[in-house]
């Protein structure tokens, strides 16, 4: 394998269409990228990049901003362009399940794609590592199975927040309680659910402060999807006054800090997490299904951890 020579922070659907010339000089190739918009802020090739080099693959992973309009043009470029696989964040992930050629159960059942590969003729595979890197996420966090938990979903309008919530009914979760700002927005998602879990297990409530502490009391495990946490100055989604020592929360906002809901969390001597386990689980079942081998997942942990800590600098 060649000298790593740097590459740039992001690159544009312009530049892919271009992308043989504009990444001539790139050593090793970059294969494997994150589509968003915005894209910046992706902490998955630092974790990529690590697995890659763990494991002697002569590839890199890069960030590509890919607005809405592109989306299913550039995926179509892959192929063309040499691309192992690629990851789908904010807001392509419903897109990208629309434009596979082949979506598999995962993909189907949350509602989107997070990981592509880019297969034989440029065919394009889908799937959703979302739900089962929550399993793992929450296995390692907490020791927990979702089928013993009532679980308490907050934010479950979101894209998150469904894939979640589709990911506890799925796993036969004990209780299923989804909680939005407005809740009527939850009845698509409700009415899907159904379908496979059952009706009395299933609560709909509006995110306001009774009816949050009603549902708390009947929840064992809290699942933050909203963005409530994510800014300076945010409190946290749950007031800590609301929370008992029982419950479990689990935040999938990614950071090196602890989350105004872990804060909160701390006051009461809860026990808490945050999104990082979630993505480095992801992101190594990602790595598997572009390579079918195992993750190095100790070295895409620490390259990840290393990253956040970079960014609090």
């Not at 506890?168 to 927005?185: F, H």
Request: with cysteine; charged share 25%.
């Amino acid at each position: 394998m060649g000298r790593r020579m740097p590459m740039k922070e992001v690159y544009t659907f312009e530049e892919l269409t271009d992308w043989k010339r504009v990444t001539a000089d790139e050593n090793p190739p970059l294969r494997l990228a994150v589509l968003g918009d915005p894209v910046a802020h992706s902490a998955s090739p630092p974790m990529h990049n690590a697995a890659l080099a763990a494991c002697g693959i002569d590839a890199r992973y890069c960030r590509l901003h890919v607005q809405a309009d592109e989306l299913e043009e550039a995926l179509q470029l892959l192929w063309e362009k040499g691309f192992i696989g690629v990851n789908c964040t904010i807001p392509h992930k419903l897109n990208a399940l629309a434009a596979v050629d082949d979506a598999d159960e995962d993909a189907n059942r949350a509602g989107g794609v997070n990981t592509i590969v880019v297969g034989p003729g440029g065919r394009l595979k889908g799937s959703s590592t979302d739900g089962a890197g929550l399993v793992r996420a929450l296995k390692e966090e907490f020791d927990v199975e979702l089928q013993d938990l009532r679980v308490l979903v907050l934010g479950a309008g979101g894209g998150a927040g469904r894939a979640v919530a589709k990911q506890c009914a799925y796993s036969g979760a004990r209780r299923l309680i989804l909680i939005n700002r407005s809740p009527e927005k939850l009845q698509p998602l409700h009415d899907t659910i159904v379908e496979t879990y059952p009706r009395e297990r299933l609560f709909v409530c509006p995110w306001e402060e009774p009816a949050l502490a009603a549902a708390l009391d009947h929840a064992d495990l809290v699942v933050n999807c909203s963005s409530v946490g994510m800014k300076p100055g945010d409190p946290s989604p749950i007031p800590a006054a609301l929370l008992s020592r029982t419950h479990l929360l689990f935040d999938t906002i990614y950071t090196a800090e602890r989350t105004p809901l872990m804060l909160a969390a701390d006051t009461v001597g809860a026990r808490s997490a945050n999104g990082l386990s979630m993505l480095l689980h992801q992101g190594a079942l990602s790595f598997e299904k572009w390579f079918d081998r195992p993750a190095p997942v100790e070295a895409m942990r620490q390259a990840l951890l290393e990253s956040m800590a970079r960014r609090r600098e």
